[in-house]
């Protein structure tokens, strides 16, 4: 993939939500691409918090265009693990954990796998109920949505 400018990183933003946990969820994200914002959310009837953390990377990311550069910030950091640090050793134990049970949520790590090497993504992790704007925004959409169902 060719090097991407500056100005045309496409930031996302995103947030899962689930209350019970696991019980009804719902996922948040902005979409930051060349000075314009748009907001996507959705829910689950039946979800756990870390599958609508995982949701809303995945649904932000599809809506960048392959080959984008893309910074996803997110306060999840079982997200932010998974994505950069445990990904690659599940997938060469055919998605088994060091103990050798099965990877949780594997389908929605293959998702996410197959969406983040079609881009340049870069995961960064903040503080969740930390004053963030974009991290709150996200957090009132993922309950907006959970709220809906």
Do not use: F
């Amino acid at each position: 993939m060719a090097p991407s400018s500056p100005s045309s990183l496409i930031r996302v933003w995103c947030d899962g939500s689930c209350s019970p946990n696991p019980g009804p969820g719902g996922w948040g994200a902005i979409i930051e691409q060349n000075g314009t914002r748009r907001e996507i959310s959705g829910a689950a009837p039946n979800a756990t918090n870390n599958i609508m953390e995982m949701t809303a990377a995945l649904e932000a990311l599809k809506q960048t265009p392959p080959g984008a550069q893309v910074e996803v910030t997110t306060d999840s950091q079982y997200l932010v693990k998974g994505m950069t640090q445990w990904l690659a050793g599940w997938k060469r134990k055919n998605w088994r954990k060091a103990d050798g049970q099965p990877v949780m949520n594997q389908t929605v790590w293959m998702a996410l796998d197959e969406a983040a090497r079609a881009r340049q993504v870069t995961w960064v992790w903040v503080e969740g109920h930390n004053g963030h704007p974009e991290n709150e925004r996200c957090d009132e959409l993922a309950n907006q949505a959970r709220r809906a169902t």
